[in-house]
């Protein structure tokens, strides 16, 4: 992890005189504070989750085999779209006092989500005359929490 990825706070205070009668509290107060956070992420990391998506929408993927693929020349610029649009939306409802985990999980959801809106779009009405969701994945997945839950533990792994 980069500097910018990790948030280490440390603070202590010094042990009271033994006579002193707040020693109670005083010790309290002495516990070492540590607290880590993943969000922001890095550039490095955004980048990652650019090149992950760039593959997954123009190579052979669940997503293709039920959407069909996009150009590799479109599919960097809608890449970049969907990455920079879902940084937004997800850095708008991150707060100081997240670990950043929450915050790294709707990140990937709103990636998943648009994505799966750009090729159903590019797809047009004749999307579901190709084979059957259960055809594609296993019965108990949808195509969309296939493809989300796959592109999900990518990014995860990313930003860890």
């Not at 002495?30 to 992950?52: G, M």
């Not at 969907?82 to 999980?105: K, M, P, R």
């Amino acid at each position: 992890m980069s500097d910018s990825e990790t948030t280490t706070t440390v603070s202590t205070t010094a042990p009271p005189p033994e006579d002193d009668s707040s020693a109670t509290d005083t010790k309290k107060q002495a516990r070492n504070v540590i607290s880590f956070s993943i969000w922001p992420l890095t550039q490095r990391t955004r980048d990652a989750v650019i090149t992950r998506l760039i593959e997954t929408l123009s190579t052979t993927s669940l997503l293709s085999k039920r959407y069909g693929t996009v150009p590799h020349e479109e599919s960097l610029e809608v890449s970049r779209r969907i990455e920079e649009e879902a940084f937004s939306v997800a850095t708008a409802l991150a707060s100081s006092e997240d670990d950043g985990l929450e915050v790294v999980q709707l990140y990937s959801k709103e990636i998943s989500k648009r994505m799966l809106e750009t090729v159903k779009a590019r797809a047009g009405p004749n999307a579901n005359s190709g084979k059957s969701a259960t055809e594609t994945v296993s019965a108990d997945m949808t195509p969309t929490s296939a493809v989300s839950e796959e592109f999900s533990s990518s990014v995860e792994t990313e930003a860890a």
